[in-house]
T-cell receptor, first 106, second 123 residues
Framework: DIQMTQSPSTLSASVGDRVTITCRAS??????LAWYQHKPGKAPKLLIY???SLENGVPSRFSGSGSGTEFTLTISSLQPDDFATYYC????????FGQGTKVEIK | QVQLVESGGGVVQPGRSLRLSCAAS????????MHWVRQAPGQGLEWVAV????????NYADSVKGRFTISRDNSKNTLYLQINSLRAEDTAVYYC?????WGGGSPRPLDYWGQGTLVTVSS
């Protein structure tokens, strides 16, 4: 089975910072990679799919990149609403999440 | 607008069964694959199961295979998850989520989620 590993597990940042989260797959996944934002008590939200496609309605400060086994989510200028936990996910016939990255206030 | 509302959670004794429901609205339910995802306390998201738009195909995470059954009633716009032989490690918030496609074919992510229903397994 494919394993997804995110880093870091926790990230402390300030409003306005550029933030990058990395996700590594245990084998090549052909860009079937999504990123989600999750806040406590709320529904997770799809941000990016197919590694770099921005979901409708998601602010353009979010971007995804990468290919093969290594992928990144970048928030170009962190906003107060962006403090949350972020998950990468490989999707194919099974759907596998990374362990999550919590973005907290510095 | 797309709405997914889970129900059926609660406190259940180990070994008992439970059926979760997810009421869908705001889209053509019978055209989309549907998923269940769970989050144990203090843990990350774990994908549980998928069902194709017409119910013809299902797939499960290894951790729940044989005890969980996903199903749907397209006439009622409702998704279900039957959980048998509940264990303490099944304690989690259970989310239903819509597949961006019909569930098969080209792989798709989960584009809409409900807010979840909490299942607590305890004696």
């Amino acid at each position: 089975d494919i394993q997804m590993t995110q880093s870091p597990s926790t990230l402390s940042a300030s409003v306005g910072d550029r933030v990058t989260i990395t996700c590594r797959a245990s084998q090549i996944i052909n860009n079937w990679l999504a990123w989600y934002q999750h806040k406590p008590g709320k529904a997770p939200k799809l941000l990016i799919y197919k590694a770099s496609s921005l979901e409708n309605g998601v602010p353009s400060r979010f971007s995804g990149s990468g290919s093969g086994t290594e992928f990144t989510l970048t928030i170009s200028s962190l906003q107060p609403d962006d403090f949350a936990t972020y998950y990468c996910q490989h999707y194919n016939s099974l759907w596998t999440f990374g362990q999550g990255t919590k973005v907290e206030i510095k | 607008q797309v709405q997914l509302v889970e129900s059926g959670g609660g406190v259940v004794q180990p070994g008992r069964s439970l059926r979760l429901s997810c009421a869908a609205s705001g889209f053509t339910f019978s055209s989309f694959g549907m998923h269940w995802v769970r989050q144990a306390p203090g843990q990350g998201l774990e994908w549980v199961a998928v069902i194709w738009y017409d119910g013809s195909n299902k797939n499960y995470a290894d951790s729940v295979k044989g005890r969980f059954t996903i199903s749907r009633d397209n006439s009622k716009n409702t998704l279900y998850l039957q959980i048998n032989s509940l264990r303490a490690e099944d304690t989690a918030v259970y989310y239903c989520a819509r597949d961006q496609g019909w569930g098969g074919g080209s792989p798709r992510p989960l584009d809409y989620w409900g807010q979840g229903t909490l299942v607590t397994v305890s004696s």
